[in-house]
């Protein structure tokens, strides 16, 4: 069994990965934090895949201790990095917090892989980077545009960092600019288990659903969009944890055609927050207490993908429509609430 290193591997997407690289035949090695997670997902994990996969909780901020577990462990065959600070709104107030979090730590990690014969890299990165792109869908070749926050930023620094190194080093990457990962696995075992209030709509809505809070905000009517509401492209998780599998193997196997590859994961399909109110009513059988509030700032109009990059050459295709994530962020929600 090849073993992966998985960054971040008890937060929301990192965990979900963790079980498919286990049903794809890997051994998954976990480093977390615990900053942004719960040391319980590690027993969801379990439940799931039947073994406590092994973990250890390091701060990756401490270079000592990152090059302290490569010397460890010199057998791993690739290192999928999701470890990083996520909330647009914070990293606005705090923003040395994500520049250290987000750029320090990825360093640190590139320093280690450098050293190895060759290395397998693959960065959780975001549709972020193209801000509000001029086209619909978004394919991989839109511009990046100025970031709109720091968050926004050290995920285009981070890619530029990673470019530039794979150029002097045995180190091929691969960037996955996920859309909106929303769901849980089928199990219920693991899910999205935001801090304080969710900053994501999908967890807002299920909190709204089961009664923790009152209702929900809609930020905006007014946008250019049939109903008036921001759209979205809603990936189920299981599809994207299932798409880094795949990129992991193809840089395993050199399928890779250059030393960096990008690819946009999303469904291909855009969602207006009206439409996703109405498809989680018609999973729940329960109605949904909103209310119409101002634009948020940062917020773009419209962002979807065009996903034919990554379904021809990568081979993946997201598979489970928008109902269904919503249906199991719901079974997730009232688990976790019972």
């Known amino acids: 069994m090849k073993k992966v290193l998985v960054t971040g591997g008890l937060g929301f997407i990192g965990s979900h990965t963790v079980v498919e690289l286990h049903n794809a035949g890997f051994e998954a090695i976990i480093i977390d934090n615990l900053s942004n997670s719960s040391i319980n997902v590690l027993d969801g994990i379990e ?56 750029i320090n730590t990825l360093v640190y990690i590139l320093q280690e892989l450098q050293q190895k014969e060759e290395a397998n890299f693959i960065f959780s990165s975001s549709c972020t980077v193209y801000g509000q792109a001029e ?96 759209i979205r492209d809603y990936i189920h998780v299981v599809d994207l944890a299932k798409a880094h599998v795949v990129a992991m193997e193809r840089l395993i196997n050199k399928k890779n055609l250059s030393k960096v590859e990008t690819f946009n994961l999303g469904t291909g399909t855009g969602s207006s927050v009206l439409e996703v109110i109405t498809a989680f009513e018609k999973v729940s059988d329960k109605k949904l207490p909103y209310k119409i509030v101002g634009r948020r700032e940062g917020d773009i109009t419209s962002a979807y993908a065009n996903t034919d990059k990554a379904n021809e050459i990568l081979g993946w295709k997201a598979s489970l429509t928008l109902e269904e994530s919503l249906a199991s962020a719901w079974k997730w929600e009232q688990k976790i609430r019972s």
């Open 47 to 102: 439940r799931i895949i039947g073994y406590k996969p092994n973990f250890e909780e390091l701060d990756l901020r401490d270079k000592a201790s990152v090059k302290s577990f490569f010397g460890k462990h010199t057998d791993v065959a690739g290192v999928i990095h999701f470890a990083a600070s996520k909330a647009v709104g914070e990293s606005v107030e705090n923003p040395l917090l994500y520049y250290e979090n987000n």
């Open 135 to 230: 086209k619909m869908p978004i394919t991989e070749n839109a511009s990046v545009q100025p970031a709109m926050s720091p968050y926004g930023n050290t995920k285009q620094i981070g890619e530029e960092i990673i470019t530039d190194v794979t150029k002097v080093t045995n180190i091929n990457a691969i960037l996955l600019r996920y859309f909106n990962p929303v769901g849980a696995h089928p199990s219920a075992e693991i899910g999205e288990l935001p801090i304080g209030v969710p900053q994501n709509l999908i967890p807002y809505i299920t909190q709204t659903g089961i009664g923790l809070r009152q209702e929900l905000s809609v930020y905006g009517d007014d946008y250019p969009t049939p109903d008036g509401t921001a």
